[in-house]
Structures are given as C-alpha cells and as structure tokens.
Nanobody, 127 residues
Framework: QVQLVESGGGLVQAGGSLRLSCAAS????????MGWFRQPPGKEREFVAG????????SYSNSVKGRFTISRDNAKNTVYLRMNSLKPEDRAVYSC????????????????????WGQGTQVAVSS
C-alpha cells in the first residue's frame, strides 16, 4: 500500500521559513516524479513545485519561484519543500503527490498526473 506522509507544517511569521517533508513508503520512490500542491482556504488546489525522478529537473509556480526549493533524497524516500520569505498568501494545506508514470526528466504540473497523495499539512503565516 502506497503511503505519503507530510510533516513540518505550522504557524510562522511573515518573512519566516519552514521545511516540509514527505515520507513515502510502499513503492519504489525513485521511480516516481514528486510534486507539492497547496489548497488555500476556499480556493482550488494549485501546483507549487515538482521534481523529476532523479531530481535533475524541477518546476515551480510563478508565485513561489525564487522563495521555495524542492529537493528529494531517494535513499530516504523523502521529498522536501523548503519555503523561505513566507507571505500570508502562502497559507494553505500543503500536500505531496507521486506520479509513477512520468518520464525520467519530466516534471508534471497538473494534479491529474499524480496517482498518490498524502493527507496534507497545514501552513499558516501571520502578518
């Protein structure tokens, strides 16, 4: 059974930083492209960042580019999202997802490409 478990969320002041982690189990983690999505209160889920199977390719939404960094440690079956210079508008439930069909260097940005999802972790940013 595939399981993705996020951690690292919380409340932080504007301008602060957080690092989210997503631990995967139940399948070959290095075979999956991984993505982070978020859903702000009352809004649709949106793509935040993604990383290819090997980690050699990454993609970011325009709203987080330059502030967030996605990385992965295939030996630990974990993907990370480092979030710097947080803003109140970054408040959301952040979820990680796995795409087992992506080509080696491809980073999917659409939610329908991802088969497996975690439960999410809450991030709140005070102004």
């Amino acid at each position: 059974q595939v399981q993705l478990v996020e951690s690292g969320g919380g409340l932080v002041q504007a301008g602060g930083s957080l690092r989210l982690s997503c631990a995967a189990s139940g399948r070959a983690f290095s075979s999956d492209a991984m993505g982070w999505f978020r859903q702000p209160p009352g809004k649709e889920r949106e793509f935040v960042a993604g990383i290819s199977r090997s980690g050699g390719s990454t993609s970011y939404s325009n709203s987080v580019k330059g502030r967030f960094t996605i990385s992965r440690d295939n030996a630990k079956n974990t993907v990370y999202l480092r979030m710097n210079s947080l803003k109140p508008e970054d408040r959301a439930v952040y979820s990680c997802a796995a795409d087992p069909r992506a080509a080696t260097t491809y980073v999917p940005t659409r939610s329908y490409a991802y088969d497996y999802w975690g439960q999410g972790t809450q991030v709140a940013v005070s102004s």
